[in-house]
């Protein structure tokens, strides 16, 4: 969607993407507008509660099947098994999602990795696609003025033109881009120590695991340490995505800062930090 600054202001129902690394404050705003009558919609909150949760809870079961006093709980229907996914607490996500490596330091074989790595990003492009019906959903049921969509870090890796097209056409697009090599540092420092699950294409795993298995002097992915290489190659995966926000944000929708973002308090101040973005763009 394209607005001028009078026409955003007078946009009766507000709908808006917010488009970024994870850790550039997209929940945080979706949080503060929660509280001013906006609707919520979290994409990874989606996928996990509704795309991804049968094969999570598969794949637990699968591990208490191997446990003999649980499996004989779960065979007789003696126990119940759910998952309990949060908005700032995926864990049941991040573990189906996996890392690639050592099995015995919970690693997954590159085969099983890249088919949890492809249903994750189908049931990203499901999530997005579900938008406009929530859209509807949050006004007509639940009564809301406005709707954010707080996506997932990694919507710019789907190479799905179909996902963008429809989320500009029903929302504007609005990308918090990171300015500075210090706030680069402590994102992928904040990544590092509290990992959400990460979607890698497969052309850019491809690319980046064999220089990783060399400057290791690894011979097979079942030696690669799991943890370690998931710290290795996200200041790659950051520096790889940043075009593709950028290509996405310049045709379909505006750019502010993660600095600005961080200074905002109320909604008035984020309404007015996206006014400002689209009075810069002109």
Known sequence: MKFT?????????????????SGVGKTYISGLLRRHDWFHFSGDYRIGTRYLDEPILDLIKQQAM??????????????????NIKIQDLGPVLAFVGKLGNPDCDGLSLPVFSERQ???????IAAMKDVPEFI?????????????????????ELEDDSV??????HTLILYIQVTTRDE???????????????????????????????????????????????????????????????????????????????????EAEFLALVESAIARKG
């Open 5 to 21: 600054p009078a026409s955003f202001r007078a946009w009766e129902h507000k709908k808006i993407t917010l488009l970024g690394m």
């Open 66 to 83: 191997a446990v003999p006093f649980l499996r004989e709980l779960l065979r007789n229907d003696w126990i119940n098994i759910r998952n």
């Open 118 to 124: 492809a249903r994750y990003r189908e049931a990203e």
């Open 136 to 156: 509807r959903k949050a006004q007509e049921i639940y009564g809301y003025n406005h709707f954010v969509n707080d996506v997932g870090g990694s919507l710019c």
């Open 164 to 169: 963008i097209d429809l989320l500009a056409r």
């Open 184 to 266: 680069e540092n402590t994102l992928i420092r904040r990544a590092q120590s509290d990992p959400k699950p990460l979607y890698y294409r497969p052309d850019f795993l491809a690319e980046n695991l064999p220089v990783y298995m060399a400057e290791q002097g690894l011979e097979f992915v079942a030696q690669v340490e799991p943890n370690d290489f998931t710290r290795w190659v996200f200041p790659r995966l950051f520096h790889a995505r940043v075009p593709r926000y950028e290509a996405i944000a310049e045709p379909h929708g505006y750019t502010v800062t993660s600095q600005e973002v961080a200074q905002v308090r109320s």
